[in-house]
């Protein structure tokens, strides 16, 4: 079972609209939770960070965490030309064997168009 | 203030040379990660340091590459001999110790012919 699941798109959106973009992961105690944007080309740059159940809004910009549900999703309002990209998830899981070893692990991206 | 460098952008080289890239972290973090990205793979992650020793060295593909952090503004990523599937873009990312988050440098696109 892969541990970050995301939709690869393309996901297209009307300029003005709401873009909702999810993410899924394996049943561990995941802790942290990111959401990155990648421009084609460019590295991946981090947007937001989400620790606890519940929405953390920043701009145009939305979190939402739902652990029971393994469930995280990012929603982007009065989506611009500009936001088109991919967008990644990273849950920070911890190790099967234990320990402190906790790594990011990252989905595939969803690639997000926003029609002018 | 600066954000994570790596160098050098593009790299082209035959298959057999040896390749090595380079990573200075952000000021101040005390880990570094080194990650590879395909389009078939997405973003894996090879290895990453804490405070310059290496925690976890799983992800790397084999022993053709090797890491070095020799100290906390430096890290060395190389591949010898490569060959053409190593192509792909590594990127060298950092975080503190707290919170998790990591910043990302700008990538090494490597192309072994």
């Known amino acids: 079972q892969k541990e970050v699941e995301q939709n690869s798109g393309p996901l297209s959106v009307p300029e003005g609209a709401i873009a909702s973009l999810n993410c899924t992961y394996s049943?561990?105690?995941?802790?942290?939770f990111f959401w990155y944007r990648q421009y084609s080309g460019k590295s991946p740059e981090l947007i937001m960070s989400?620790?606890?159940?519940g929405d953390k809004e920043d701009g145009r910009f939305t979190a939402q965490l739902n652990k029971a549900s393994q469930y995280v999703s990012l929603l982007i309002r009065d989506s611009q030309p500009s936001d088109s990209a991919t967008y990644l998830c990273?849950?920070?899981?911890?190790?099967?064997?234990?320990?402190?070893?906790?790594?990011?692990?990252f989905g595939k991206g969803t690639l997000l168009t926003v029609n002018p | 203030d600066a954000g994570v460098i790596q160098s050098p952008r593009h790299e082209v080289t035959e298959m057999g040379q040896e390749v090595t890239l380079r990573c200075k972290p952000i000021?101040?973090?005390?880990?570094l990660f080194w990650y590879r990205q395909t389009m078939m793979r997405g973003l894996e992650l090879l290895i990453y340091?804490?405070?310059?020793?290496?925690?976890?060295d799983s992800g790397m593909p084999e022993d053709r590459f090797s890491a070095k952090m020799p100290n906390a503004s430096f890290s060395t990523l190389k591949i010898q001999p490569s060959e053409p599937r190593d192509s792909a873009v590594y990127f060298c990312?950092?975080?503190?110790?707290?919170?998790?988050?990591?910043?990302f440098g700008p990538g090494t696109r490597l192309t072994v012919t």
């Open positions: 990312a950092s975080r503190a110790g707290s919170p998790y988050e990591q910043y």
């Open positions: 049943d561990r105690v995941s802790q942290s």
């Open positions: 989400i620790y606890s159940n």
């Open positions: 990273a849950v920070r899981i911890p190790p099967i064997s234990g320990g402190s070893n906790y790594k990011l692990t």
């Open positions: 000021s101040g973090h005390d880990y």
């Open positions: 340091f804490n405070n310059n020793v290496p925690i976890d």
